[in-house]
């Protein structure tokens, strides 16, 4: 299944004191202080519809870093919009928040059959438990039945969706060693902090009302770091600018038919051996800049 997404993802105006939107409101910038950066979708999401969102600048001092999640609370329900996402805004209720470290993302599930045939962890993890982050990152697999493929495979799989894979990964700085370091980002080698990683949110379905929420970065699944969320309530993803990370933008994602652009873009990068070469090529410079930065 394939999710078609007809709506511009954007901020909800409704944030952290200390977050301040761009005019197209796809750009969180925190301006002070390492805290009060939680920020929302305007839009709930749809089963299967990531929300994601580009690290563009970093700040040195702090200690942690961005934090993605979900919740059922309508942002305008909010007498106040709280300090920390986590414990603040998920001791409310209704919120499932994952902390993104330098390390340690992955989520490791150990399935250990119980008598009557429920799987060990079921039960706890019931009403929307979040779970905790692996301690392996070579260990566990994630939910994707399909194997991992950074560099051919065109779509990323999460259970019964499928997610263009082309706006997932992150991209450097042109640089003489871009090249290289955009490979870094396809294998998911640099660490999800650094600036440009690509990190976004989602939700599949589970059974009658019930969801598990996936994170992804540059591009593969994280596994499900929290399951058994309810669905009855609208999901609206969020975004906190917190600490290290100092400004996001959102990545819009192109799940039905491709735009002109980016087909153009397709059919060149099939046939340069990077896209910094793209210079060397008789184009629009505003094709070049496409192909190059976007």
């Not at 078609?4 to 005019?23: A, C, T």
Request: proline letters at 5%; one cysteine or more; hydrophobic letters at 35%.
């Amino acid at each position: 299944m394939e999710c078609f997404s007809d709506q511009f993802m954007e901020f909800n105006p409704i944030h952290g004191r200390n977050v301040q939107l761009d005019h197209s409101g796809t750009q969180a910038t925190r301006v002070e202080s390492f805290a009060n950066g939680v920020c929302f979708s305007k839009n709930s999401l749809k089963p299967g519809e990531i929300f994601l969102v580009e690290i563009e600048e970093k700040e040195l001092g702090w200690c942690g870093h961005l934090r993605v999640g979900l919740t059922s609370k309508d942002p305008r329900s909010l007498e106040e919009v709280p300090e920390y996402s986590i414990p603040d805004l998920t001791d409310l209720g209704d919120s499932w928040i994952f902390a993104i470290t330098r390390n340690h993302n992955k989520v490791i599930e150990e399935v250990n059959a119980e008598p009557g045939g429920q799987e060990a962890g079921e039960v706890a993890l019931a009403g929307g438990q979040r779970l905790g982050s692996g301690e392996d990152e070579d260990g566990g697999e994630s939910n994707n039945s399909r194997p991992k493929a950074f560099f051919t495979d065109t779509h990323l799989y999460i259970d019964n969706f499928r997610i263009p894979r082309d706006k997932l990964v992150g991209r450097s700085r042109p640089g003489r060693f871009s090249h290289i370091l955009d490979d870094l980002y396809k294998s998911n080698t640099l660490p999800p902090t650094a600036r440009r990683s690509r990190i976004g949110v989602l939700y599949v379905p589970k059974g009658q009302e019930l969801a598990d929420m996936h994170i992804v970065i540059n591009g593969e699944d994280m596994g499900a770091s929290a399951k058994g969320i309810p669905t009855i309530q609208p999901l609206y993803a969020v975004v906190d600018v917190f600490a290290a990370t100092k400004r996001v933008r959102i990545v819009q994602v192109e799940y039905g038919f491709c735009s002109l652009q980016t087909l153009c873009r397709k059919v060149i990068q099939k046939h340069i051996v990077h896209r910094m070469a793209i210079d060397w090529l008789a184009l629009p410079e505003a094709l070049k800049h496409y192909c190059k930065y976007e």
